[in-house]
């Protein structure tokens, strides 16, 4: 073989080499994106179901709200004709006092002792208020689900009272909380904010979430932090749970990464509420320690700038 042809022949391998690694770097660049938009449509997968809760949520606060409604009403009439019928009743006693002795007295005193009569008269009031407070409970709990999902608002952006929010949010995740935290709330003094509020709530309500979970056999405690930087409001969620691997930490955001167990999570309650908050141009930071717990912050401006409104030069 000449030279001519082995230099023929190296170029031509030195080619087909340079060919398969554009190949598989082209290759790799298509994995890559095929993985952006798979993770993307879970993305919007996710916030199709969360949008569905909220609008069944809301469907249903609304009819439990009617019945609500008139019991309420019918509860305060009834405490009304009860007052007006113990007054009846302090008359009838009175009268009884004036009565002669004989078998019709004998036959009121015997009735009054055997249906407990002054028991009834301390126990039925009672009651009225035990009542009247589960009802309001009830109530509150309607307005809190119709405040979280807020289906009837448009996806506008409104000034809100984040505290508000957040409140709402606890009253629906109580129960994943109730039996394993104690809730500390340490409220500063911040401002309303524009935002859009049922997609912020869906961030209060992952990251409320995740602390109950991150508590082991123990009671532990949440505490939730509000504050003020100049043009900015921060809420912390901490808890005192197991805290996060230093490992994990920069994973913690990707999407379907969880350290739950098989069947607990689906490891998109972080990425969809990283992706709310930078949509609201704020940003989310994690400090954790393991064995010592884990804090939150999520960092969002008091006004959302429009782009006509922006300084030449900046970017979100």
């Not at 009743?89 to 004989?102: D, V």
């Not at 524009?194 to 979970?213: G, K, T, Y």
């Not at 490992?247 to 350290?259: A, K, L, Q, Y």
């Amino acid at each position: 073989m000449t030279t001519q042809h082995i230099i023929t022949a190296e170029a031509g391998t030195e080619l087909q080499n340079r060919q398969v690694q554009e190949l598989l770097k082209a290759n790799e660049g298509l994995k890559e994106l095929n993985a952006r938009l798979s993770a993307t449509q879970d993305k919007l997968v996710q916030s199709e179901k969360l949008a569905s809760i909220g609008q069944l949520a809301a469907g249903v606060a609304h009819e439990i709200n009617n019945p609500i409604g008139y019991i309420f009403s019918n509860f305060g009439t009834l405490e009304k004709y009860l007052a007006q019928l113990f007054q009846m009743l302090q008359a009838y006693e009175s009268a009884e006092a004036s009565l002669p002795a004989g078998p019709q007295r004998d036959g009121l005193a015997a009735l009054r002792n055997e249906i407990e009569l002054d028991y009834l008269k301390e126990d039925i009031p009672s009651l009225m208020n035990e009542s009247r407070e589960g009802i309001s409970r009830v109530r509150k709990i309607v307005q809190d689900l119709k405040d979280f999902s807020r289906v009837d608002a448009s996806q506008e952006w409104v000034w809100t009272n984040l505290h508000r929010g957040i409140d709402s949010t606890l009253n629906i995740v109580n129960n994943e909380i109730k039996y394993r935290a104690d809730v500390l709330k340490q409220y500063g003094d911040i401002p309303d904010i524009e935002c859009l509020p049922s997609e912020l709530n869906q961030v209060f309500l992952n990251l409320l979430v995740n602390a109950a979970h991150a508590i082991a056999a123990e009671r532990g405690t949440i505490t939730i932090r509000t504050g003020q930087i100049e043009h900015h409001v921060w809420v912390e969620v901490s808890d005192n749970g197991s805290g996060i691997a230093k490992e994990n930490i920069g994973r913690i955001f990707d999407p379907f990464f969880t350290t739950k167990p098989v069947g607990k999570g689906t490891g998109l309650g972080l990425s969809l509420s990283y992706g709310i908050v930078k949509k609201h141009h704020g940003h989310i930071d994690v400090n954790s320690e393991p064995g010592c717990g884990t804090t939150f912050r999520v960092t969002l401006p008091v006004r959302q700038h429009k782009p006509e409104e922006a300084s030449p030069g900046t970017t979100s």
